[in-house]
Every structure is written in C-alpha cells, then in structure tokens.
C-alpha cells in the first residue's frame, strides 16, 4: 500500500469498524466479509437483478412524467414545474446512485477515477436533496392551492426561481461530502478505494455530519410534508362540492376526495417507509451503536432507491389528466384528441 497519509490510515481503520458509515457511502470495501459477499454469483446475480429493475421502471416511469408535461402545454403549471424538477432528481439518483452502488460492489474496486471520486459523492447527495426538497415543495404548493384558492397562485417564473433555490440549497449541503473524499490504492490487491477522510477529530465530524444529514434529508421534510398533508386532507374532506344537486354528482365528488386522500396518505407512507431505514441505519453506524451488515444496507439501500419508482406513479398517473395526455402520446397507441381538465 503505498502514498497514505497518517490520516487516511484512520479513515481505513474507521472503515474496517464501520464499513458504510455516511448516508449514500458507496466506497467501504475494507471488509473480508464484504469481499466474500462480492464473490458470491448468486449474490451478484440478485443484486444486479434487483437494482435493474428500479433503474428500468424508474427511468420509464420519470421519462415519461417529463415527456409529457414538456410537450402538453395545458400541463404546464407551477405544480408541473415542480414534478419535472422530482423526476429529472429521481432519473439523477437512477443514474448515478444506484450503478454506482452496484458496480462497486460487483468488481470490488473504484473504477471510475480518481476526479470521479468526488464528483460522483456529490452528484449523488445533490440529486437526492433535490429530490428530497422538490417534495416538500410540492407539500407546500398543495397546501397554499387548497388553504388559500383566492389567493394568487405563485407564477411560473416564480417557480422557476424556487426550482433554481432548491438546486442552490442541494449542492451547498452536498458540498462537505464530496470535499472529504480521498481515493487510495493497494498495491498488493490491485484495488482502488474511494473513501471519506475527515478533518480532526475525524470521527465526530463523521458522527455529526451523519446526524445533520439525517435531519435535513428525512426529519424536517417528512414533518413538513406530514403536517401539510394532514392540514390539506382535512380541509379537502370537509369541504362540500358546490353545485352537488343529485345524489351521482355528490357521489361523483366523494370519490374524487378519496382519491385525492389517498394520494396524500400515499406520498407520506412511501417517504417515511422508503428512507427511513436507510437513514437510521447509517446514523447508528457513525455513532458506533450497531455493526455494519452488508445484507441490511443493501436491503435498505435497494428500499431508498425503489422511491423512485414510486414518485411518477403517485404524483401524475394517479392524476386523470396526466393519464389522459400519456394515452394521447404517439408511441402509447391513442391519437385521439384529449378532453380532460387541466391538472390543477
């Protein structure tokens, strides 16, 4: 092994008691358990099988969100805005998460370089504070729509601007985890490693890195979101339809609140269950609470990742005009003329 630092030998020593111990820590390859596991055909086999699959149903599912709303100028709206932003965060996080997961698993090594080594750390955090902040966006888009509808509606350049504050906010909090990278290279092993190395006392700064991160990526965005929706449901199920004069229309109408309801029960239950075992589990990793198991943060990081198959579903195909246009679309099979309403 050669060209480390007294520092890098603590954050490989760190690395062999931790093994994944930052939230999207890609580069724990110090581990003989770890090794054997990546040795294992089948395990290679399963991993690659389950990640294929939400690269393959996410990219789908995000491209056509995109898709349609940029060619459909009636689904061109604030709301729309903030949808797009979630799905390129979404086919961001496809990209350049969850292969770069695999890959380093499968080979054992980096094999991206030694610039990649930082940029991909960030482009991975940024994508995901994107994804994470458009939600709350959204969150409160909704809940000024239905808490206030005399009120005027923020403007498209407006959301623009906030579109431009989110990717502004994402890569500040991104920054500390792709400045703190180093890449180091064992001779012995013809292997690459790309891993954290902190400042002094490095192991707090990791510990409280970890915890900020938590906070900001799950904590304070699944309160507001939760608090939102819980507010916007209430007042959706209260409010009565106007102009509700047979007993189809009121009918007609309760549905549409119920729908509307579960669609935001939807969007907090995915969130909560989507990250928060990932996110735990790597918060009680820094803080030496638990050991590392790689069939565990797998098993959460698959479960992280999988959110963004969920998103496009749960935002725009459970919206009747965004079903309407997809099926207008040429290359779904419908060329007829769309009718429906606007999305709101």
Same mark, same amino acid.
């Given at each position: ?8 030998? +603590? ?10 111990? =930052?939230?999207?820590?890609? *580069?724990?390859? =110090? ?55 979630? =799905? ?14 695999? /890959? ?34 959204? +969150? ?46 064992? @001779? ?34 699944? +309160? ?6 819980? /507010?916007? =449901? ?51 990793? *820094? *803080?030496?609470?638990? @050991? ?32 309407? @246009? ?19």
């Amino acid at each position: 092994m050669s060209g480390m630092s007294n520092s890098s030998l +603590a954050a490989l020593s760190r690395l062999h008691a931790l093994n994944l111990s =930052a939230l999207w820590n890609l *580069s724990a390859e =110090a581990e003989p358990r770890y090794r054997a596991d990546s040795e294992r055909p089948a395990v290679k086999a399963l991993l690659a099988a389950a990640y294929s699959i939400i690269i393959i149903i996410s990219l789908i599912g995000n491209t056509a969100v995109c898709h349609v709303v940029m060619k459909t100028k009636r689904m061109r709206s604030v709301t729309s805005i903030f949808i797009v932003n979630l =799905a390129v965060a979404d086919i961001l996080i496809t990209i350049l998460n969850t292969p770069f997961t695999l /890959v380093r698993f499968v080979y054992s090594t980096w094999v991206f370089g030694k610039a990649m080594c930082h940029v991909s750390r960030f482009a991975q955090y940024c994508s995901v504070h994107v994804s994470v902040l458009t939600l709350v966006a959204i +969150a409160i888009d909704r809940h000024q729509v239905v808490m206030h509808p005399m009120k005027q509606r923020m403007s498209w350049l407006q959301g623009v601007v906030w579109v431009a504050v989110i990717w502004v906010m994402a890569s500040c909090f991104s920054l500390p985890h792709a400045i703190y990278q180093t890449l180091l290279r064992f @001779e012995f092993k013809v292997r690459m490693v790309c891993l954290p190395n902190f400042p002094h006392p490095s192991d707090l700064f990791w510990k409280y890195l970890d915890l900020t991160t938590f906070i900001l990526l799950f904590v304070l965005p699944l +309160a507001t979101i939760s608090v939102a929706y819980i /507010v916007v =449901a209430k007042k959706v199920w209260m409010r009565n339809a106007i102009g509700d004069v047979t007993l189809a229309q009121s009918m007609a109408h309760r549905r549409r609140k119920k729908m509307t309801m579960k669609m935001l029960m939807a969007v907090v239950v995915v969130f909560a269950v989507c990250w928060f075992p990932l996110n735990c589990y790597v918060v009680l990793l *820094s *803080s030496k609470v638990i @050991e590392a198991n790689n069939g565990l943060y797998f098993t959460f990081h698959w479960l992280a990742m999988s959110s963004t198959c969920y998103n496009p579903f749960i935002y725009c195909w459970l919206n009747h005009s965004f079903r309407a @246009e997809l099926r207008s679309l040429p290359f779904i099979g419908h060329r007829g003329k769309v009718t429906a309403n606007p999305a709101p």
